[in-house]
């Protein structure tokens, strides 16, 4: 586990990450013009909705490094258009995207009420515990996904379109109750993509938040050091989680 440091460190490595933009002044408009898209077209072929394809495009949000090689490839242009060659360099981390169905498709068994559901909420906190309590102990990550501050909870932007692409696969049923939404799983799901220790730790999460209401996980999640000294909609620094004492990891 790395040693504990100064908070004024701690503040200067995060505003480091945040400040490092990397991303060039590309036209999205004109270029989504030249094509002939509509904005409708490129958000479904990334995955998010029109309006925040819109937020891209007049660049309020920036990017995902995912989403600036699917614009790349979409749109005919270098992804130098879109990155810097230091940021580059990340978009070439080897996610295993079957590990990541897996954790989902195995949190929902291990975790889901009587009935087998779980919300959609609940769910990706416990991504998030698991992968940010992994480096804790480990110094690195199960998915190496990238999460960002959001309004309810520290979230990689790859959830969604993973949570859709399971539902596409019948893996998962998706039902709609109130202002929530409740996943549950189709059938039995596989975990040979995960270690015995990650898998253990899985189930340890959770079966400590079981029967747990929603707003106890966020809360939680909330007064973590990740969530607290993250700015807002920037990415969550991993590092921050190692300066936690061990009874807050999860």
Same mark, same amino acid.
């Given at each position: 586990?790395?040693?504990?440091?100064?908070?004024?460190?701690?503040?200067?490595?995060?505003? =480091?990450?945040?400040?490092?933009?990397?991303l060039?002044? !590309?036209?999205?408009?004109?270029?989504r013009?030249?094509?002939?898209?509509?904005?409708?077209?490129? =958000? #479904?072929?990334?995955?998010?909705?029109?309006?925040?394809?819109?937020?891209?495009?007049?660049?309020?949000i920036?990017?995902?490094?995912?989403?600036?090689?699917? $614009?790349?490839?979409? $749109?005919?242009?270098?992804?130098?258009?879109?990155?810097?060659?230091?940021?580059?360099?990340?978009?070439?981390?080897?996610?295993?995207?079957?590990?990541? #169905? %897996?954790?989902?498709?195995n949190?929902?068994?291990y975790?889901?009420?009587?009935?087998?559901?779980?919300?959609?909420?609940?769910? =990706?906190?416990?991504?998030?515990?698991?992968?940010?309590?992994?480096?804790?102990?480990?110094?690195?990550?199960?998915?190496?996904?990238?999460?960002?501050?959001?309004? %309810?909870?520290?979230?990689?932007?790859?959830?969604?379109?993973?949570?859709?692409?399971?539902?596409?696969?019948? =893996?998962?049923?998706?039902?709609?109750?109130?202002? !929530?939404?409740?996943?549950?799983?189709?059938?039995?799901? @596989?975990?040979?993509? $995960?270690?015995?220790? @990650?898998?253990?730790? $899985?189930?340890d999460?959770?079966k #400590?938040?079981?029967?747990?209401? !929603? #707003?106890?996980?966020?809360?939680? !999640?909330?007064?973590?050091?990740?969530w607290?000294?993250?700015?807002?909609?920037?990415?969550v620094?991993?590092?921050?989680?190692?300066?936690?004492?061990?009874?807050?990891?999860?």
């Open positions: 586990m790395l040693k504990r440091v100064d908070f004024s460190i701690l503040s200067d490595i995060i505003r =480091a990450l945040n400040n490092k933009k990397g060039m002044n !590309t036209n999205f408009e004109s270029l013009k030249e094509k002939k898209l509509n904005q409708e077209e490129i =958000a #479904k072929y990334l995955w998010i909705t029109r309006q925040t394809f819109s937020k891209l495009e007049k660049w309020l920036e990017p995902t490094l995912w989403q600036a090689v699917k $614009l790349s490839e979409l $749109l005919w242009v270098d992804i130098d258009q879109f990155i810097d060659t230091d940021v580059k360099t990340e978009s070439s981390k080897c996610i295993d995207w079957e590990k990541y #169905k %897996q954790i989902i498709t949190f929902i068994k975790w889901s009420d009587e009935d087998g559901k779980i919300t959609k909420t609940k769910l =990706a906190k416990l991504c998030y515990l698991l992968d940010f309590a992994w480096y804790y102990y480990n110094l690195e990550p199960i998915t190496g996904l990238d999460y960002r501050k959001i309004q %309810q909870w520290p979230v990689p932007d790859a959830y969604f379109a993973t949570i859709d692409e399971l539902y596409d696969e019948e =893996a998962i049923d998706i039902i709609p109750k109130w202002k !929530t939404l409740l996943i549950e799983n189709i059938w039995n799901p @596989e975990s040979d993509k $995960l270690s015995e220790d @990650e898998l253990n730790m $899985l189930q999460i959770a #400590k938040w079981k029967w747990k209401q !929603t #707003k106890e996980i966020v809360d939680f !999640t909330h007064k973590q050091l990740p607290m000294m993250s700015y807002d909609k920037e990415l620094p991993y590092l921050l989680i190692t300066q936690e004492e061990v009874e807050n990891v999860y």
